[in-house]
Each structure stands twice: as C-alpha cells, then as structure tokens.
C-alpha cells in the first residue's frame, strides 16, 4: 500500500527565503504526483502535476521536481511572500483511480 | 466557468438527522470522490465514482451514502448511523483520461448540535 510523507509537518520562515517541501512514498510505481495548496477552510488548489515520464514542471514561482526512483518530489517556493502562508499537499496516484495523499506541510511566511 | 460546485459551504445538523451534501461538476470528468477532513488527520477516502451508476467504498464509508444518477452530481448523505459526522467534507473530479489532474471544490462544514 502506498505512503505518503511529507516532511516538514510546519515551517515558519521570512519573507524572501526560498523554501524547500518534501514529499516521499513508497511505492515508486506512480502514474503521476500532484501538489495542492489549501487556505484555511478552503478546498484544494492544484499547484503543479507531474506526469511519471517527467522530472519536473514550473509555474511562476513554485518548481516541483519527481526522483520516482528514490520516491521524492521536492516544491520549491523561490522569494516567499506572506500570500504563500497555507498548507501544501502533495498526492501520489499509481494505476488505479485513488491518489494517496500526504498530510502536508503547514507554511507560515512572516513579513 | 468550469468547476466544482459544493452546497452548503456551511452546515448544522441535529444528533439523528441524515443530512445530504451537493456537489456538482461541470468539467465533463467521469470519476468523482468524496473526502473527510479533520485537524491533524489528513485526507481520507469515503467514497468514489469512476462512472454514472456505479461507486465504490472508500477507507471510511460507514455512515454515509452516495448516488451517481448524473455525470455532473455526485450527493454524500451523512447519516444518522455516522457517530462523529462534524468534519470538513470536499469533493474532487478527475479529469481522466486526459490529464489525470484531480480538482477540488471548496468544500462543506458540517456541525453536529
């Protein structure tokens, strides 16, 4: 059964340092990793997606990177600012229709 | 525009009361889930859909119900037989076999008084 890490629980930081989140698991046979962003008492915002025959993808600010064969996905925040404060979660699906989800990293960017 | 549309964003619920949350798509996605938030727990599965007149059972079914008479709604009814029903509900599709991105709505608090 996949597994889902995501490493740290918390981050405080900063405006302007550059972030890096963790996400790892178990089972590297992945159809694709997803990474969301949640404000409290919100849904889910899908940042990036990267496919498994992909090793990266970038919008803006945010670079996630996939090492399926060590389990990983890294999300970079370049230059954080106080709107990035939420909770990032990252999602892991293989074969089958149910993705597995992290628990998240709760980040806090202080002015 | 395209989306996921969940009814009520808020909700309060008598103890013994069965209570239905709407959730609406109209992305064209054939699978469609159900999840239960809470403090400190995570995302956990309750029930999906891969296509109309046909879901499964998730990690944490019991006390709650679904129907997918439509492609574009797929209601959860809460249960009275659901002993710890406050909680933050969220419905997701999946734009499958296209992309495989899941979307999310905003969500449905649901209170037990």
């Known amino acids: 059964k996949q597994e889902v890490t995501q490493i740290p629980a918390a981050l405080s930081v900063p405006e302007g340092e550059n972030l890096v989140l963790n996400c790892s698991f178990t089972?590297?046979?992945?159809?694709?990793l997803q990474w969301f962003r949640q404000d409290p008492g919100k849904g889910l915002t899908s940042l990036l997606l990267?496919?498994?025959?992909?090793r990266e993808q970038t919008s803006g600010r945010l670079n996630a990177s996939l090492d399926k064969s060590s389990g990983r996905s890294t999300l970079y925040i370049a230059a954080s600012q106080p709107g990035d404060s939420a909770t990032y979660l990252c999602a892991v699906r293989g074969g089958s229709y149910i993705p597995t989800f992290g628990r998240g990293t709760s980040l806090i960017v202080h002015p | 525009d395209g989306g996921i549309t969940q009814s009520p964003k808020y909700l309060f619920r008598k103890e013994g009361q069965n209570v239905t949350l709407s959730c609406e798509q109209n992305?064209?996605?054939?699978?469609m889930y159900w999840y239960r938030q809470d403090p400190g727990q995570g995302l956990r599965l309750i029930y999906y859909?891969?296509?109309?007149?046909?879901?499964q059972k998730g990690d944490i079914a019991e006390g709650y119900s679904v129907s997918r008479e439509k492609k574009e709604s797929f209601p959860l009814t809460v249960t009275s037989a659901q002993k710890n029903p406050t909680a933050f509900y969220l419905c997701?599709?999946?734009?499958?076999?296209?992309?495989?991105?899941?979307?999310f709505g905003e969500g449905s608090r649901l209170t037990v008084l």
């Open positions: 089972d590297s046979a992945i159809y694709n």
């Open positions: 997701a599709s999946l734009a499958e076999p296209l992309t495989g991105e899941l979307f």
């Open positions: 990267i496919q498994s025959s992909q």
């Open positions: 859909s891969q296509i109309v007149n046909d879901f």
């Open positions: 992305l064209n996605h054939d699978a």
